[in-house]
């Protein structure tokens, strides 16, 4: 039977070990794998039914993964540690001869800009290995990219505007939280805001632009331009695609808070010395700040992602919002987390059931969109992510020709 290997134990990754672990047909045995063993047993205990074997790796090093690899011998490694470890992790699993996958793409540490560069170039060794690597299967990347896919497949006969958004209206009693790895999600809201439109990428300064969004079960709320990863592979993959952009709503206390961090340098990534010791003002406030798993007890409220589309159909116009919908207290029931780690951590999970029975077997490096859709969003309800399409959905963004 096949076994599969996780590496990372935050907030993901307990929610991608908790639905492995509801599977022992296809995963008798999960290898938990993470530079802190203790947050692999702490996760293998909250699960006693389940088969867990914690490890520690140091991710970064390809030599120390190889050798748990041909350790364990399973047939798919799923990388829910951080963006850095994405080519190390993707050089180990090539020299061990097993399938990869994770959920964003890999970030220089010295540089904050996400590009698929540096893992499309693997695409040629995995092919000629016979292995696949699935590329950013959380939710966005990896849900929204499969929501595009769908409906360049069932509904478009072209897209032509994209727009993705994203609101996280619950409340989890803190005056300032992140809901995923700091470090990760300060890197990201802080750079510059990017977008595609006629084949460019357009950039304006962070947070500069914001515009009404309605949000199913929420209602209107400001969404800020940002720049995310699947822009730049839907862009590639839908060359039809005349402009894309990405939204991300944040409340009035997280951007006051942010926005003095930001002046008082708390979110720079380059070291500053303090006594004597090398400090990264970045890492320092992760540190200050709680962890994004322990917010899930007490979080309540909704989540909302979704893409909003405009594109022809039959020669005629049409537009359609694909999207889902889930409360932070669903994913407290059903796996102990926020709703935002659970929407990042179940589709890895199907994704790895689908890769290891053979439903998606692709050898080369590949991005969401460029798999079948079909099967992951199938398997989304049941594993606790409803989704649903409206057609002739009235847009939001007005600024594009009729
Ligand atoms: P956490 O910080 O909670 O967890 C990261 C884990 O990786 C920790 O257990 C950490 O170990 C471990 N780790 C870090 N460096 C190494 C290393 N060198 N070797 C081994 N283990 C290491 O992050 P999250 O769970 O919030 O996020 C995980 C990933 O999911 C990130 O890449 C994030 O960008 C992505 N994500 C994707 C989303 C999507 O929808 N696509 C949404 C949200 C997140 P330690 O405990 O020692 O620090």
Redesign the pocket.
């Known amino acids: 039977m096949p076994k599969v290997m996780v ?7 307990q929610v991608t070990v908790c639905k492995l672990s509801r599977r022992p047909d296809l995963f008798p045995e999960i290898v938990l794998a ?3 063993v203790e ?1 692999c047993k702490a996760i293998a205990e909250r699960l006693p039914h389940a088969r867990i074997i914690p490890e520690a ?4 090093q390809v030599a120390d993964t190889v050798a748990l690899l041909e350790k364990h011998r399973p047939a798919l490694l799923l990388n ?4 850095y ?1 994405d080519l190390p992790l993707m050089e180990a699993c090539l020299q061990a001869g097993v399938d990869y996958l994770d ?2 793409s890999y970030e220089p540490p010295d540089i904050p800009f996400y590009e698929y560069k540096y893992q499309w170039a693997y695409q040629e060794q995995y092919e000629k290995a016979g292995l696949m690597a699935v590329l ?1 299967i ?5 849900v929204t990219n499969a929501f595009v896919a769908y409906a360049a497949k069932h509904i478009f006969d072209e897209i032509h505007y994209l727009d993705i958004v994203d609101c996280n209206a619950g409340d989890h009693g803190r005056p300032f939280a992140t809901n ?2 700091l470090e ?1 999600n300060l890197r990201e809201i802080t750079q510059p805001g990017r977008y595609y439109e006629n084949g460019k990428l357009v950039e304006i300064p962070a947070l500069s632009r914001a515009e009404d969004v309605r949000f199913p079960e929420i209602g209107v709320r400001k969404a800020y331009l940002i720049y995310h990863e699947e822009l730049e592979s839907l862009t590639k993959h839908f060359p039809t695609l005349r402009r894309a952009r990405f939204w991300m709503t944040f409340s009035e206390s997280y951007l006051m808070h942010l926005r003095a961090f930001m002046n008082v340098g708390l979110t720079r990534i380059d070291p500053i010395e303090y006594e004597g010791h090398p400090v990264v003002p970045i890492k320092f406030l992760q540190k200050l700040l709680p ?3 322990s917010l899930a007890p007490t979080y309540t409220g909704w989540v909302s992602i979704g893409v909003q589309l405009r594109g022809v159909y039959q020669g005629k116009p049409r537009t359609a919002f694909i999207y889902t919908n889930i409360r932070h207290e669903w994913a407290y029931q059903d796996c102990g987390s926020q709703a ?2 659970y ?2 951590g179940v589709p890895p999970a199907i994704a790895a059931e689908l890769m290891v029975q053979g439903t998606w077997k692709k050898p080369g490096v590949w991005n969401v969109e460029q798999l079948d859709p079909d099967p992951l969003l199938e398997r989304l309800p049941e594993a606790g992510l409803p989704w649903k399409v409206v057609l002739d959905y009235p847009l939001d963004f007005t600024d594009v020709p009729e």
């Open positions: 590496v990372g134990a935050g907030a993901v990754a993470s530079r802190n947050k790796v140091d991710a970064d829910l540690a951080l963006p470890q959920t964003a950013g959380g939710f966005d990347p990896g995923f790895n990760i962890d994004p798993a935002v780690a929407t990042a």
